[in-house]
């Protein structure tokens, strides 16, 4: 079995930082691309910035040059790092992981979401 664990959200005032954690745990063999999505009410879930295994990164046009992805292969975790918070930055952020699962006949890449964690930014 295969979770993906968000942790560090919470509420902060604009222009205030928050870091973000998505940590895969269970048994798998390999996590492959990771990716930080939002969704705020009533609207559409969106991609934020993804990073591959090999470190490559892609971000939304709003988050450019104020959010910054990283991972740690060894530990199975990535990080969102999140500068100058606007309150259009307000959403459930949701980690999204690909990887291999021990144990499972076929062997293939699977999709796995984290619960979604919640960020406020606000005055």
């Known amino acids: 079995q295969v979770q993906v664990v968000e942790s560090g959200g919470g509420s902060v005032q604009p222009g205030g930082s928050l870091r973000l954690s998505c940590e895969v745990i269970?048994?798998?063999?390999?996590?492959?691309?990771i990716g930080w999505h939002r969704q705020a009410p009533g609207e559409r879930r969106e991609s934020v910035a993804l990073i591959t295994r090999d470190g490559g990164t892609t971000y939304a046009e709003r988050v450019k040059g104020r959010f910054t992805i990283s991972r740690d292969n060894a530990k199975n975790v990535a990080y969102l790092n999140m500068d100058n918070l606007e309150p259009e930055d307000t959403a459930t952020y949701y980690c999204?992981?690909?990887?291999?699962?021990?144990?499972?006949?076929?062997?293939?890449?699977?999709?796995?979401w984290g619960q979604g964690i919640q960020v406020t930014v606000s005055e």
């Open positions: 999204h992981t690909q990887a291999v699962p021990l144990g499972v006949s076929p062997a293939g890449i699977e999709d796995y």
């Open positions: 269970g048994n798998f063999f390999k996590v492959y691309g």
